[in-house]
């Protein structure tokens, strides 16, 4: 789905670079919970470690913003990717890190810091003749079953290293913003209801024909045509991440099947609601969506 009103943000568009920030650092009977705050901006992600001198013996999962993300083993302890909702607002928050035992469950408490970002309000006007789609039978329904997929989390990590843009065109300001819809109104909430109408995906204008590709490594959980979202494809890369493009021309993979990065998935095109050929990519941390180009600067562990 793409703007009309052209606003540019130079720099809203540049990639996020992890800032110069220290992690948080929390000290509690042996355990250690760091929250990384270098994406830490509405749109943006905490890497949290737990690290403990003795096995921590129970089930780990980061709190924050009234939502449970499970912690999963690395190398060297836990981590979780702890996503921070566009529409939250920047300044001091409280994250917890729950341990659940057979003896009861205590919540070590981690003061954390938003950066503030702004995302400034866009237009979007759907095209007179797809307006009609908005009311069609089923949108409902497709949203809701695009939203429950959007929430998988699958405990083993499919990609390795930095994420890369399905495209080689630079996106335009779409992430984030605060979206009117004229002629079909709500749009965004039709799949996801909680955060209201704002834009969950980057959009990359291309010419038609171009083709797209799998940004990591991933597993297809839904290949199909939604009235709506046209072309629509979701990618599980493990761990609650997942990929969703819409308005795709053509898929070229089919569902549950393994991908590498770089793979290519499909065809750009103007399907559904969509204005112009455009690739829209967003990424769901827990089924929130973030501005997809942290995964292109996640830091390694
Ligand atoms: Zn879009």
Redesign the pocket.
């Known amino acids: ?2 703007r009309l009103g052209f606003i540019l943000i130079p720099f809203l568009l540049s990639t996020p670079r992890p800032a110069d920030a220290q992690a948080v650092v929390r000290q509690s009977a042996g355990i250690t919970v760091q929250a990384d705050p270098r994406l830490a901006f509405p749109g943006g992600l905490f890497v949290v470690h737990v690290t403990s001198r003795r096995p921590v013996g129970g089930y780990l999962t980061a709190v924050f913003d009234g939502r449970r993300v499970p912690m999963f083993p690395t190398r060297r302890g836990s981590r979780a990717l702890v996503p921070i909702p566009a529409t939250l607002s920047a300044g001091e928050h409280m994250m917890g890190i729950e341990i659940r035992t057979r003896r009861g469950r205590r919540r070590i408490p981690v003061p954390v810091t938003v950066q503030p970002r702004a995302y400034p309000a866009r237009s979007v006007v759907i095209p007179e003749p797809k307006r009609a789609l908005v009311l069609q039978p089923g949108v409902e329904r497709d949203g809701r079953q695009v939203q429950l997929l959007l929430r998988t989390v699958t405990p083993s990590q499919q990609w390795t290293g930095p994420f890369k843009p399905p495209v080689d065109s630079p996106p335009e300001y ?1 992430y984030g913003a605060p979206t009117t819809y004229v002629g079909g109104s709500p749009i965004e909430s039709m799949s996801d209801a909680i955060y209201g109408e704002y ?1 969950r ?1 980057m ?1 990359y204008p291309v010419a038609p024909g171009t083709l797209v590709q799998a940004p990591a490594a991933g597993t297809v959980l839904l290949a199909r045509q939604n009235p709506l979202t046209g072309g629509t494809l979701l990618l599980d890369h493990g761990l609650g991440v997942i990929s969703a493009f ?1 308005h795709l021309e053509r898929i070229e993979v089919v569902e549950g099947q393994s991908l590498v990065g770089r793979t290519p998935i499909g065809i750009a095109g103007e399907t559904g609601i969509a204005s112009g050929t ?1 690739v ?1 990519w967003a990424v769901y941390l827990q089924g929130v969506a973030v501005d997809p180009r942290v995964m292109e600067s996640l830091p390694e562990y």
Do not use: I, L
Request: charged share 20%.
């Open positions: 789905m793409r779409s834009h995906g959009d819409f455009h829209h």
